[in-house]
C-alpha cells in the first residue's frame, strides 16, 4: 500500500534561478541598449527642444521711465505712443513766440522753425524702450544706474537755447542806448555842444527767462510784454548856456633834457586834456591820473621823496597838478582841495604849487559857474600849459594878480652823519643840504577897470625844514 502511493507520487523543481537569471539577462539588454542607443535619443530631445516654438514676450518699459513726464513704467511702445500722442499737440505751423513791449511800439514774432523747436515722439518711445536692456551698450551700466537711482524722463520737445538768446540780444541791441550827455566838441578852435540824448533799455535777463518758460510749459503763440526803462541824461545842453569861453589860463615852464620827465609831463596834459567837468560835478585829478604806473603811460622820473629828488613813476606829473591850479585860480573857480609840496619846487614859487600822492594827497575843484567847464593842456617846447573853458561870471574889466608872503621859518633840524657801505672807506658826501622850514600865504589882488578892489589870501602852505645828511663810506678798498 505504501510502496503503491510512494510510485504516484512527483518531485517539484525549483524556478527562481531561472527567474533570476532571465530578469538579468533583461537588465543587461537595456543596459546595452541604453549605451547603444543614449546620444541619438538625448540628440533627438535636445532639438525638439529647440525646434519648439518659443512664446514671444513684449518688451515693456522699465518701471521708472517716463516721457514727457508720463508715467510708462510697464507699458509696450505702443501703449506709449498712443498714451503720449494724446497728450501732446506736436503742431508746429504759425508763430511760436510773439515778443511786443509794453508801450506796443515794437513787435517781434518767431516761428518754430526759427527757435528749432520740434517734436519726436517716436524717438523718444523707442529711448525710452531701450533704455538700460541693453548690456552690450557702452553706457549700459550709467543707464542702469539712472534707472536705480530714481526716475529717468525723455523729452520729446526740443529747442536751441543758443537761437533763442540770440534773438533776445537782437532785440535788446535794438532798443537799449545809453543816456548820453551834452558835450563839447572842438574844431579850430571853435566849440561846439553836441546835444543831450534820453537812454532806453529793457531787462534782457528777464525776458530771455519769460520766452524760455514759454517754451518749455508749450505756451506757443502767447504774447510775452517786456517794459522799456527810460533815462534821462544828467546833463542836458541848458547846462551849456551861457559858456563865453576862455576864463583861465596858465603857463609852467621847464627845461629840456630829461626825456621821461617830459614823458611825464605829456601824458599828464593828455589825461585832462578834453575833459567836461559840468555844473556842480567836482573833478579829482588823482582820478584821471591814477594809476601811476608804466602800463598807465608814466615813466621814472625824478621827485621828492622823504625831503630828497629820487628816481620814481610819474615823477613830474606834479607840474601839470600845479599848472591846473594856477589856471583854475585864476578862472575863479572853487577849489575843494590842494596841498603843497613838502620842500620848493623848481617849476613854482612858494604857495604857487599843487602836488599829488597816492589816493590822499588830491587836487581837486567844484565847478560853481553855473556851466560846463572845458579843460585843455598841452606842452609846447619849453612849457606846460593848461587853459580853462566856461562862462565868464565876473564883469568885464576884472583883473587878478597873485603874490605870496612870507610868514614864518623853522632851523633845520641838526646834521646827521650815515654810513654808507658802498662809498669807499674814509669818503665823505653830502647827500642833502640844510634847508629851513618856511611858510607862505599866496593872496588873490583882485582889480577892476585897473583900480584894486580887494585882495583875497588863497592858502597857506608849509614847506618842512631839511637837515643836512652826510654819508661816510665804509667799503674796504680791494
Known amino acids: 500500500m505504501s510502496n503503491r502511493n510512494g510510485a504516484k507520487k512527483k518531485k517539484k523543481k525549483n524556478i527562481f534561478p531561472k527567474i533570476v537569471l532571465i530578469m538579468a539577462a533583461v537588465f543587461i539588454l537595456l543596459a546595452l541598449a541604453l549605451i547603444l ?10 532639438q525638439w527642444k529647440i525646434d519648439r516654438p518659443i512664446e514671444q514676450t513684449t518688451p515693456v518699459m522699465d518701471k521708472n521711465i517716463l516721457i514727457d513726464g508720463k ?6 511702445a505702443e501703449e506709449a505712443l498712443e498714451l503720449i500722442n494724446s497728450n501732446v499737440d506736436s503742431d508746429t505751423e504759425g508763430n511760436a513766440v510773439v515778443i511786443k513791449s509794453s508801450d506796443n511800439k515794437h513787435t517781434y514774432e518767431y516761428t518754430f522753425q526759427d527757435l528749432d523747436i520740434k517734436f519726436d515722439i ?21 543707464e542702469f544706474k539712472a534707472l536705480e537711482g530714481g526716475k529717468v524722463n525723455f523729452a520729446v520737445m526740443s529747442w536751441s537755447r543758443p537761437k533763442v538768446t540770440s534773438f ?35 531787462d534782457k535777463d528777464k525776458l530771455l527767462a519769460d520766452v524760455v518758460s514759454a517754451i518749455e510749459n508749450r505756451e506757443f503763440g502767447k504774447e510775452i510784454t517786456f517794459d522799456i526803462k527810460v533815462t534821462e541824461p544828467k546833463y542836458t545842453d541848458k547846462d551849456f548856456q551861457g559858456f563865453t569861453g576862455l576864463i583861465g589860463t596858465y603857463s609852467s615852464p621847464y627845461t629840456g633834457g630829461d626825456a621821461n620827465r617830459i614823458q611825464n609831463l605829456k601824458n599828464g596834459c593828455a589825461k585832462i586834456n578834453g575833459v567836461v567837468v559840468y555844473p556842480n560835478e567836482v573833478f579829482s585829478t588823482n582820478a584821471h591820473f591814477n594809476p601811476c604806473t608804466e602800463a598807465n603811460g608814466w615813466a621814472s622820473a625824478g621827485t ?11 615823477g613830474g606829473m606834479c607840474q601839470v597838478s600845479s599848472a591846473l591850479y594856477m589856471a583854475l585860480l585864476n578862472a575863479e573857480v572853487e577849489i575843494t582841495e590842494r596841498h603843497n609840496h613838502s620842500m620848493k619846487v623848481g617849476y613854482a614859487d612858494y604857495g604857487f604849487d ?16 553855473g556851466c560846463a567847464i572845458y579843460l585843455e593842456a598841452y606842452t609846447t617846447a619849453s612849457n606846460v600849459v593848461v587853459n580853462i573853458y566856461g562862462k565868464e ?3 568885464a574889466g576884472r583883473t587878478l594878480k597873485f603874490s605870496n608872503k612870507f610868514i614864518d621859518s623853522k632851523e633845520p633840524p641838526d646834521p646827521v652823519e650815515k654810513y654808507d657801505p658802498e662809498l669807499p672807506e674814509g669818503t665823505r658826501q653830502i647827500e642833502t643840504t640844510a634847508m629851513k622850514g618856511v611858510t607862505y600865504e599866496l593872496y588873490k589882488s583882485i582889480y577892476e577897470n585897473g ?14 625844514p631839511r637837515g643836512q645828511v652826510t654819508l661816510i663810506g665804509t667799503k674796504k678798498a680791494e
Open 393 to 395: 561870471v565876473h564883469p
Open 304 to 314: 621828492i621823496v622823504n625831503g630828497k629828488i629820487e628816481d620814481s613813476v610819474g
Open 122 to 142: 517716436d524717438g523718444a518711445v523707442k529711448k525710452a524702450i531701450d533704455f538700460g536692456k541693453n548690456p552690450d551698450k557702452d553706457s549700459w551700466w550709467r
Open 71 to 76: 508715467e510708462v513704467g510697464g507699458m509696450t
Open 168 to 202: 533776445v540780444n537782437a532785440i535788446a541791441s535794438e532798443i537799449n542806448v545809453e543816456a548820453k550827455n551834452a558835450g563839447f566838441v572842438r574844431q579850430n578852435g571853435t566849440f561846439t555842444v553836441t546835444p543831450s540824448a534820453t537812454g532806453y533799455a529793457i
Open 451 to 464: 583900480v584894486l578892489k580887494d585882495t583875497v589870501k588863497v592858502n597857506t602852505s608849509t614847506y618842512s
Open 354 to 369: 599843487a602836488t599829488l600822492a597816492g589816493d590822499y594827497k588830491d587836487l581837486k575843484f567844484k565847478n560853481d559857474t
Open 37 to 46: 542607443f543614449r546620444r541619438p535619443v538625448m540628440s533627438m530631445y535636445y
